[in-house]
């Protein structure tokens, strides 16, 4: 049974705890450098497509922006501080490509390396293992305005800023991942236009999705001559998914739908190329691809980080090109605050499918969390009861796919503080800790609580 209230925060399924996973599992939380850092223009750092978006006006639901956001720039200690009590051995994080070129100039800015230097530093002298993510959606602005992703140079500035960053922290950090989810930066970004920067083009989306993917694999090989045992992988934001109905017409939907939700970047990272479906559905949109491009992407990684937060449900929708299909909202599930639906067995139905349909690689889950309405009490607590259950929930079921095979080595808490969430500002909470975005006061939720108890194996 499940624990409900805030009266049974050390109640665990009864053949659940951490003494089940391997001692040398890998327990972190994540964060990004746009949704945390703020300082914004602080010791030359200039902006990115993510502060542009900010400034147009109906793309941020609270008109808010990340200038200061948490102000993790000066607050990390206590951030990392917070990660330590909690129990973490690791912490994921990204690093903000314009604090390391803020121009064209093409030198990069000391002051930028020296701010991942220290924080690095901070991490291992806390005993926690820094993982980094080279992009996290945060584009210098100065390359949109030649084009962006959807201009093949910005490929040739990635891995400059590749080789630049991983020569400087590379002594120190062995685990890198190239980009988070590369679906959103592609479609959320150029095709519905959610996320920066806002176009609505679904042939650019496309051409970004590519030109992000090749990115990824020209830079591995970067990575590896700079970092000593370097583990080198990418995180993507995968869903399982199920038909609306049994109709043949919504489950091709659904096939079609995974094709560019899932198999868009899977197959082509493990050399399969793009899906055959998908390339002759979109065959008016597609980019252009040269000779050497798809064998570049499957150059061979270390490890897969997947990010789980919940499942699709698919219908077949002829009036909506280019894929002819929809979502649907299935009315009675549990969901969480932002409404996406809470599914953790379909954390082990994803695991599952991926080591049964791919060849065997290490993986990493590299986001998971909820986002829900939290409430500081009148004594200064946060009872996140349902957050709290939906991590213990979400953790059976991984270790339910662990014991069905699958080669999951590590699990990052989504997020460690709240924090800027994107398009939805300061609207929506994921934290294990409670930030008074006023006075940037940190406070740990029951949720992080529970985490500290369940890594010191007391739950």
Known sequence: MMPTDANNLSQMPS?????????????????SSFQIEGGATVDGRTPSIWDHFCQTPGKIRDASNAEIACDHYHRW???LDLAKQIGMNAYRFSIAWTRIFPDVSGVPNQAGLDFYSRLVDGMLARGLDPWATLYHWDLPQYLQEIGGWENRATIDAYLVYVDT???????RIQ??????????????????????????????????????MLSHGLAVPIIRKNVAHAKVGIALSLHPLRPASSSETDLAAMQRHDGLRNRWFLDPLFGRGYPIDILAHCANDLPTIRPSDMAAIATPIDFLGVNYYFPETIASAPDCPPLHTRLEEVAGRERTGFGWEVAPDGMRELLQRIANDYPAIPIYLTENGASYEDVMDADGSVQDCARRDYFIRHLASL????????????????????????????????????VDFQTQQRTMKQSGHWFRTFLRGAA
């Open 77 to 79: 200690p206590e951030d």
């Open 165 to 171: 960053v991983t020569r400087h922290l590379g002594d």
């Open 399 to 434: 270790q339910r796919a662990r014991e069905a095979g699958v080669d999951v080595r590590g699990y990052f808490a989504w997020s460690l503080i709240d924090n800027f969430e994107w398009a939805e500002g300061y609207m929506r909470r994921f934290g294990l800790v409670y």
């Open 15 to 31: 053949s659940f705890a951490r003494a089940d996973f391997p001692s040398d599992f890998v327990w972190g939380c994540s964060t």
């Open 175 to 212: 685990n890198w991942i190239t980009h988070n989810e590369p679906w959103c930066t592609a479609m959320h970004g150029n095709w519905d236009g959610m996320h920066a920067p806002g176009q609505k083009n679904f042939k650019a989306a496309l051409l970004v999705a590519h030109h992000v």
